[in-house]
């Protein structure tokens, strides 16, 4: 095998380890038969421990990775090859990124027959001319207008001469089907890819008889230059005529509300790895951006609704939720805005040491924005009761709690919370001016008579 490999391809060594299996098996045989003499000699119940002790490798293997290994109630990969058909318009044309975002997409074509009326295309296989072909051969047809010759001769060719057609240097103005777009060569490479001219010639070909969609997967990069032309609907992009589309924002409540299924991201018994994890990203993405809609449309009530779904249903980060909150301000929403703020710092807790951004001092600073924005001392309170938990020896958390309790009028405890801190961790300058404060707060400075 080529070494290095382009990613971790553990499968290739599926059947290698059946084989391998197969070898150790034999060999324990070999053993058995080798010391049967002598395992006869002695007492059985000694013959049983050492099998046992032998089954503690596999039964170790077992208890180590049976819950990565374990498919049990894990619809993700379904669920989101299903969602991504279903954002396709009929009769449609969708590109995809490569192996993982497209696999699970042909098995529920083939063997569940969901959308067979979508034409997948695999843009990493559009390099190749006999997946060309097949795009132009094979139902549904997509209209392609190169013939056998020319794809394979000058098309997918090596031959300088062939690789010079594409020969890109500079970023050029091309026109497509009505568009007018910049396109730029392949990474600095000075060429366009295969698929980069057959994304083009797919474009002018189909003249608009088909829709033609991106999947979220696909990066900039591989989109050739559209992105002003493209509108988010769902875990698509779907290519419009007109630039700077707005967003379909009918059609994406349809897709969430009606028709995404969402099972088992919010289980924890469903092992999560890195990759997937990363895919959820998507859900979160039109999340945002339909709840920057309502924001722009000034309307609260199905901004409210959106975030209640997307809590019950959806793996949402602190900062979404955080984000959510500052909508609610700028919708002169306070209380909301509290209720979602403090539920962004109760998140951020939970995802310390998983995000760098959810720290000690932004849990700090989302207490802050409770207590002396929205005007909410009681939800800031426990928050920061948070931060002194993660942090006792850091004086912001004690200094925001002891402001919440003088704003709840419990100005003694925040007193007692104050001096406690100045004995156990010396003269801070910022808690002695919090102590003259309560003091004064309190009367307790006044001058004897």
């Given at each position: 095998?080529?070494?290095?490999?382009p990613?971790?391809?553990?499968?290739v060594?599926?059947?290698m380890y059946l084989?391998?299996s197969?070898?150790?098996g034999?060999g324990w045989?070999?053993?058995?038969?080798?010391?049967?003499?002598?395992?006869?000699?002695?007492?059985?119940?000694l013959?049983?421990?050492l099998?046992?002790?032998?089954?503690?490798?596999p039964?170790g293997t077992?208890?180590?990775?049976?819950h990565?290994?374990?498919?049990?109630?894990?619809?993700?990969?379904?669920?989101?090859a299903?969602?991504l058909?279903?954002s396709?318009?009929?009769?449609?044309i969708?590109?995809t990124?490569?192996?993982n975002?497209?696999f699970?997409?042909w098995?529920?074509?083939?063997v569940?027959?969901?959308?067979?009326?979508v034409r997948?295309?695999?843009?990493?296989?559009l390099?190749?001319n006999?997946?060309?072909?097949?795009?132009?051969?094979?139902?549904?047809?997509?209209d392609?207008?190169?013939?056998?010759?020319?794809?394979?001769?000058?098309?997918?060719?090596?031959?300088?001469?062939?690789i010079?057609?594409?020969y890109?240097?500079?970023?050029?103005?091309v026109?497509?089907?009505?568009?007018?777009?910049?396109v730029h060569?392949?990474s600095?490479?000075n060429?366009?890819?295969v698929?980069?001219e057959?994304?083009l010639k797919?474009?002018?070909?189909?003249?608009?008889?088909?829709?033609?969609?991106?999947?979220?997967?696909?990066?900039?990069?591989?989109?050739?230059?559209v992105?002003?032309?493209?509108?988010?609907a769902?875990?698509?992009?779907?290519?419009r005529?007109?630039?700077?589309?707005?967003?379909?924002?009918?059609?994406?409540?349809?897709?969430?509300?009606?028709?995404f299924?969402?099972?088992?991201?919010?289980d924890?018994?469903v092992?999560?790895?890195?990759?997937?994890?990363?895919?959820l990203g998507?859900?979160?993405?039109?999340?945002a951006q339909?709840?920057?809609?309502y924001?722009?449309?000034?309307?609260?009530?199905?901004?409210?609704?959106?975030?209640?779904?997307?809590e019950?249903?959806?793996?949402?980060r602190?900062?979404?939720?955080?984000?959510?909150?500052?909508?609610?301000e700028?919708?002169?929403?306070?209380?909301?805005?509290?209720?979602?703020?403090?539920?962004?710092?109760?998140?951020?807790i939970?995802?310390?040491?998983?995000?760098?951004?959810?720290?000690?001092?932004?849990?700090?600073?989302?207490?802050?924005?409770?207590?002396?924005?929205?005007?909410?001392?009681?939800?800031?309170?426990g928050?920061?009761?948070?931060?002194?938990?993660?942090?006792p020896?850091?004086?912001?958390?004690?200094?925001?709690?002891a402001a919440s309790?003088q704003?709840?009028?419990?100005?003694?405890?925040?007193?007692?919370?104050?001096?406690?801190?100045?004995?156990?961790?010396?003269?801070?300058?910022?808690?002695?001016?919090?102590r003259?404060?309560l003091?004064?707060?309190?009367?307790?400075?006044?001058?004897?008579?």
């Amino acid at each position: 095998m080529p070494d290095p490999q382009p990613r971790e391809r553990h499968y290739v060594f599926g059947g290698m380890y059946l084989a391998f299996s197969l070898w150790i098996g034999l060999g324990w045989v070999a053993i058995i038969e080798a010391i049967r003499e002598k395992l006869a000699q002695l007492s059985s119940w000694l013959v049983v421990g050492l099998a046992l002790f032998g089954l503690l490798l596999p039964a170790g293997t077992f208890a180590k990775l049976y819950h990565i290994e374990d498919r049990t109630g894990n619809y993700i990969a379904y669920d989101y090859a299903y969602n991504l058909l279903q954002s396709c318009e009929e009769n449609s044309i969708l590109y995809t990124n490569g192996d993982n975002d497209t696999f699970p997409l042909w098995f529920l074509q083939e063997v569940e027959d969901i959308r067979k009326d979508v034409r997948v295309v695999n843009l990493s296989l559009l390099n190749t001319n006999w997946y060309i072909k097949q795009l132009r051969d094979r139902e549904p047809k997509i209209d392609i207008r190169y013939d056998d010759t020319f794809i394979d001769s000058v098309l997918t060719d090596s031959e300088d001469t062939d690789i010079y057609r594409r020969y890109w240097p500079e970023p050029k103005m091309v026109s497509v089907a009505g568009m007018e777009f910049e396109v730029h060569d392949y990474s600095g490479h000075n060429v366009l890819r295969v698929q980069d001219e057959m994304v083009l010639k797919i474009a002018e070909w189909n003249n608009w008889e088909k829709p033609i969609h991106f999947a979220l997967t696909v990066p900039v990069s591989n989109r050739t230059g559209v992105d002003a032309h493209l509108a988010t609907a769902g875990m698509v992009v779907t290519l419009r005529r007109e630039k700077n589309p707005p967003v379909e924002e009918q059609r994406i409540e349809d897709l969430l509300y009606n028709t995404f299924q969402v099972r088992a991201l919010l289980d924890s018994t469903v092992y999560k790895d890195e990759n997937t994890t990363r895919l959820l990203g998507n859900y979160r993405a039109i999340f945002a951006q339909l709840a920057g809609y309502y924001e722009g449309k000034k309307n609260g009530v199905d901004l409210l609704r959106l975030t209640e779904w997307g809590e019950d249903r959806l793996p949402l980060r602190w900062h979404t939720i955080y984000l959510t909150a500052q909508r609610f301000e700028r919708l002169e929403q306070p209380k909301l805005a509290a209720i979602h703020m403090e539920k962004a710092g109760r998140m951020l807790i939970k995802e310390i040491g998983n995000d760098p951004g959810a720290n000690y001092e932004n849990l700090v600073t989302v207490a802050d924005l409770v207590h002396e924005r929205y005007r909410d001392p009681e939800r800031a309170s426990g928050l920061y009761r948070e931060a002194i938990r993660l942090d006792p020896q850091h004086p912001d958390g004690h200094y925001g709690l002891a402001a919440s309790l003088q704003a709840l009028n419990q100005s003694e405890e925040g007193l007692r919370l104050i001096e406690a801190y100045l004995s156990r961790y010396g003269e801070e300058e910022k808690m002695v001016i919090a102590r003259e404060i309560l003091r004064n707060a309190l009367g307790l400075n006044e001058a004897a008579p």
